[in-house]
């Protein structure tokens, strides 16, 4: 199926494109800015649209800028897209009085006009979405945090804040992948998301990721902790991803503490012969850690987004892992003549049935 996707460089845009590609959907894409011409010829090759294109915040929350990213582009897109299916990404905040809410209310009024003479529309409401790839101080308190806490930043906290609702990213694909491939009828879905949290909680709870200290409270739901966790990881300077390991020593030998971490997980051990790479692949919500206790290795990382390599050299002196975070190509190659043992650690059981394995090279 070919998918015009509308905002395909913002947050949900980036992330739905990408596993659209991996399902074998070809994808276009429309950006504010490009012509109108663009934007309907791409319309006339496209078998279904999803406008992920609105704007969420301006400088100063201008309600003309806010009007013309929300309302005009809606209208243009409408009379464009005749009878083709689409699927529009709107908010819940469509009830509040502030500008982007009321320029998002109007816009969605246009698409439920356009809804009574094309049944093949469909208006998807969200609520607080998080994950890797959304803008720090714009998408997401999350996206703020684990930007700032990773880089020793201060983050301003709001210790009156009341339970806010949020949802994963990969929860809003699977959706938009059930609309798109007719598993799901339903004109309007409303996505507020089950993981629920304070402003406080999410501070202390980055902040626990950010010292390595994983005792959290038995309250907090597992599963929100681990995609809490693969945001965070997400988010980490790639000059910062090397950690040396805590090592104890005595007149007996020494004692290292390696991997501190939570949940289920595994941890393998892989043997690599001199010269052979390893990897060339990348993880959405699965992340890793690398540990070389015998030979010497060569990481490479590259973020899937952009083109710059970071290497890494690692051996047991001195000992250190290094984090390999979600959305980041990565490969490893044994180095000199004798084998390299690493131990890998992964944040979850490994499930063939969803192993969250994709294919792309490191090295364009």
Same mark, same amino acid.
């Not at 988010?235 to 005595?250: G, Q, S």
């Given at each position: 199926m070919i998918v015009l996707i509308l905002g395909s460089s913002g947050f949900i845009g980036q992330n739905l494109r990408f596993r659209l590609s991996e399902n074998g959907h070809q994808v276009l894409t429309h950006k504010h800015g490009?012509?109108?011409?663009?934007?309907?010829?791409?319309? +006339?090759?496209?078998?279904?649209?999803?406008?992920?294109?609105? /704007?969420?915040?301006?400088?100063?929350?201008?309600? /003309?800028?806010?009007?013309?990213?929300?309302?005009?582009?809606? =209208?243009?897109?409408?009379?464009?897209?005749?009878?083709? #299916?689409?699927?529009?990404?709107?908010?819940? =905040?469509?009830?509040?009085?502030? !500008?982007?809410?009321?320029?998002?209310?109007?816009?969605?009024?246009?698409?439920? +006009?356009?809804?009574?003479?094309?049944? =093949?529309?469909?208006?998807?409401?969200?609520?607080? /979405?998080?994950?890797?790839?959304? =803008? #720090?101080?714009?998408n997401s308190v999350i996206a703020t945090f684990c930007h700032a806490i990773n880089r020793d930043l201060a983050i301003n906290v709001n210790e009156n804040s009341g339970p806010i609702s949020f949802i994963y990213i990969d929860e809003v694909l699977d959706v938009i992948f059930d609309l798109?491939?007719?598993?799901?009828?339903?004109?309007?879905?409303?996505?507020?998301?089950?993981?629920?949290?304070?402003? #406080?909680?999410?501070?202390?709870?980055?902040?626990?990721?950010?010292?390595?200290?994983?005792?959290?409270?038995?309250?907090?739901? #597992?599963?929100?902790?681990?995609?809490?966790?693969?945001?965070?990881?997400?988010?980490?300077? !790639?000059?910062?991803?090397? /950690?040396?390991?805590?090592?104890?020593?005595?007149?007996?030998?020494?004692?290292?503490?390696?991997?501190?971490?939570?949940?289920?997980?595994?941890t393998a051990l892989n043997i690599a012969k001199p010269g052979i790479v390893k990897g060339g692949h990348y993880h959405h919500t699965k992340h890793e850690k690398y540990l070389v206790v015998s030979g010497k290795a060569i990481v490479r990382l590259r973020s899937i987004l952009d083109d710059k390599v970071f290497t890494y050299e690692l051996s047991p002196k001195p000992i250190r892992y290094i984090h390999i975070p979600p959305g980041y190509t990565h490969e490893i190659v044994a180095q000199g003549k004798t084998n390299s043992k690493t131990l890998m650690w992964s944040n979850e059981l490994y499930d063939e049935t969803k192993p969250d394995t994709h294919v792309m090279k490191v090295n364009l």
């Open positions: 490009e012509p109108i011409d663009h934007l309907a010829t791409c319309i +006339q090759q496209c078998d279904i649209v999803v406008d992920a294109a609105g /704007v969420s915040r301006t400088v100063n929350e201008n309600e /003309v800028s806010l009007t013309e990213g929300n309302v005009v582009y809606t =209208k243009t897109l409408l009379s464009l897209i005749g009878d083709k #299916p689409l699927i529009y990404i709107s908010t819940l =905040k469509t009830n509040e009085q502030s !500008p982007y809410g009321k320029t998002k209310l109007e816009a969605e009024r246009l698409v439920l +006009q356009h809804l009574e003479t094309c049944h =093949k529309t469909r208006i998807i409401r969200l609520g607080n /979405v998080f994950g890797k790839w959304a =803008k #720090p101080n714009h798109i491939e007719g598993r799901c009828e339903a004109n309007i879905i409303a996505l507020p998301g089950a993981f629920v949290a304070t402003v #406080p909680q999410l501070a202390r709870i980055i902040r626990q990721f950010h010292d390595h200290d994983f005792r959290f409270d038995s309250a907090i739901d #597992p599963l929100f902790l681990k995609y809490l966790y693969a945001t965070y990881v997400s988010y980490m300077d !790639p000059t910062r991803l090397l /950690v040396a390991c805590v090592e104890h020593r005595d007149a007996r030998g020494s004692f290292t503490e390696l991997f501190h971490d939570f949940g289920p997980g595994q």
